[in-house]
């Protein structure tokens, strides 16, 4: 990460600032460099505002049943729930549907929660949230696209899937509302030939992050540590299968491959350079193989 305090408005100053007066959890901000004519492949290590929190009672495929009231309708697409303790901590789906009992998610995680565990409801990041009107011509130009990857699908080697621009026209986004999933890479794509600066920011999470990766499938997910601090390798799970992959943000370029790796060491049983850093705020790329166990991957909390 490197840090611009130059590049940083007082307008958006004055916003952090309002937003760590607000909230009751902490805040944080983190600044990447976007070199001209450049890619960088980032996350957003931040949430927003937690807008409620609930106990598990009962749990039936992608339906979830909770002890505290709930009104129907309440939460949609836009919304997600962060498990934050038991076997399923740091997981996550997108809200489907809620009636006055429960919720219905996009992924089946019966076999990591149950009764008693705990889930926070969030809204989701989107274009309009990280990327807003007041940061055009610090984090944005007319000549900024970002990209967004898709993780559910197999495969290695993956284009981004969906692009956002920014219309010159009607100076905004061409779909403010696109979504940026948690802990997911997005890439930067500017292509002008002036140096921004990324700059993202929100509550920092207080949990372990994980997500769950298929068995016997050679398949990249592309993601973060879902952390605004530098995480080691070490923090990772590593199992039979595994490998984690950085980029180089800093390099001018565009269409980047990785340039450092580590992988599964099955003698020693960890990973082959453990202190590896995985920089906050940048995307990686974790890498399974035929060789894969499948089922969850923790990301340990670094603080």
């Known amino acids: 990460m490197k840090i611009k305090a130059s590049a940083i408005t007082a307008a958006a100053l004055l916003a952090l600032a309002a937003q760590a007066a607000n909230a009751a959890e902490a805040v944080g901000y983190n600044v990447v460099t976007v070199p001209a004519n450049s890619d960088v492949l980032v996350s957003v290590p931040f949430n927003n505002n937690v807008e409620a929190t609930f ?17 129907a309708d309440t939460y949609n697409s836009s919304y997600y729930i962060r498990v934050i303790d038991g076997a399923g901590e740091g997981l996550w789906s997108t809200i489907t549907a809620n009636g006055s009992g429960g919720l219905t998610i996009a992924d089946d995680l019966s076999g990591y929660i149950a009764n008693g565990d705990t889930f926070r409801v969030y809204a989701h990041q989107t274009i309009g949230s990280v990327f807003p009107a007041g940061m055009y011509g610090v984090s944005y130009t007319n000549r900024v696209s970002i990209n ?41 794509r500017n292509n002008s030939a002036a140096e921004l600066s990324y700059i993202c920011n929100g509550d920092v999470p207080d949990y372990d992050v994980a997500l769950l990766v298929p068995a016997g499938v050679a398949k990249d997910t592309l993601i973060s540590s879902g952390f605004p601090v530098a995480v080691q390798a070490s923090a990772v799970s590593a199992l039979t299968g ?20 580590t992988s599964y060491h ?8 453990p202190s590896l850093s995985i920089p906050s705020s940048e995307g990686m790329l974790l890498r399974t193989s035929v060789a894969e166990v499948g089922g969850k991957v923790t990301i340990q909390k670094p603080y």
């Open 55 to 71: 106990t598990v009672d009962s749990v039936t495929g992608t339906g979830i049943t909770v002890n505290e009231a709930l009104s």
């Open 148 to 188: 967004v990857y898709n993780n559910t699908a197999n495969g290695i080697n993956k284009s981004a899937t969906t692009s956002v621009s920014y219309h010159p026209g009607l100076k905004r986004w061409t779909n403010l509302n696109q979504i940026l999933n948690p802990d997911s890479m997005i890439l930067i």
């Open 242 to 261: 595994r490998s984690i992959n950085l980029y180089n943000n800093s390099a001018a370029s565009q269409n980047k491959s990785p340039v450092t790796s």
């Open 266 to 273: 099955p003698g020693l049983q960890r990973w082959t350079n």
